[in-house]
């Protein structure tokens, strides 16, 4: 009885314990790989463990370069779509204007359709304006992608500000722009940088849009899938598991911070 007391109590946090390791159980899969040695093309198998592709992640053709092209993607279509995502959340909150309720409507369009009607749309856009598939229809794709989670994100940080404390600047001399600055921007950044964060995340990832609007252009996950025809090489386990990594110290390094801050106005 007592073990089944102990059980109940704790049953909650069990069955996130279990939820979360099925979670990580591909990363730790693609990081065990990453140390393999496989005879053939495709790294299924263990063989032997090795570190050579950790002291030569650009050993393969063309990886690096699709990686690079697809950090710089990601960097600009997160500025872009957290730029105009934060000012349409503040547009959609804040003012009262005609057809307010209809474009609330359509950004979550964006999310809840699939991602080949999007991409087979701007597609077809693209090529009836004949612009030349490549860089800047991805970057645009993307963009337009990212934006209605990047604005979900801000709108839901933006709706629970309290209005009062920048009335309270306002009756403190502060003009428009020293409020925002110094008010609402930071009372609203927590919203922006989950935004900014999810739109990398997204773009990054994003194949399904790439593909289609891409034209000869490779990205990361393009070069992932193409090598999956041929042949799987370590390398590919090697970046996923460093970008793993990388994620996982920012969400710390973040947390502390957070942390810290709290202490110190405790």
């Not at 007592?2 to 990081?31: E, H, M, S």
């Not at 002291?55 to 872009?80: E, H, K, R």
């Not at 999956?228 to 994620?247: D, H, K, Y």
Request: proline share 4%.
């Amino acid at each position: 009885m007592a073990f089944v007391d102990w059980l109940k109590r704790r049953l909650v946090v069990i069955a996130g314990l279990f939820t979360l390791a099925y979670l990580l159980l591909p990363n730790v899969v693609v990081t065990v790989f990453s140390f393999n040695d496989p005879k053939g093309r495709f790294n299924y198998e263990w063989q032997k463990f090795s570190t050579d592709a950790w002291t030569d992640p650009c050993g393969v053709a063309d990886l690096c370069g699709s990686l690079s092209l697809s950090l710089q993607i990601a960097f600009w279509a997160t500025l872009g779509a957290t730029a105009l995502g934060t000012a349409i959340a503040f547009a959609l909150v804040r003012y009262r204007f005609r057809a307010r309720g209809a474009v609330n409507s359509l950004i979550f369009l964006p999310m809840a359709m699939p991602e080949v009607v999007m991409a087979a749309s701007l597609l077809t856009l693209f090529l009836n304006m004949g612009v030349q598939l490549g860089f800047w229809t991805i970057l645009i794709a993307h963009i337009m992608f990212c934006l209605s989670f990047v604005v979900t994100a801000v709108k839901a940080r933006v709706m629970s500000m309290d209005p009062r404390l920048e009335q309270a600047a306002q009756d403190l001399y502060a003009g428009p722009f020293q409020t925002f600055i110094r008010v609402t921007l930071p009372i609203a950044a927590p919203g922006i940088a989950a935004g900014a964060l999810l739109a990398f995340a997204l773009s990054f990832d994003d194949f399904i849009i790439t593909n289609f609007n891409a034209g000869s252009t490779v990205t990361f996950p393009m070069f992932v899938w193409g090598s999956a025809q041929r042949g799987t090489p370590v390398q590919i386990n090697v970046i996923g598991t460093a970008m793993f990594v990388l994620a996982v110290l920012f969400v710390l390094v973040s947390m502390l911070i957070g942390n810290r801050r709290t202490k110190q106005k405790a």
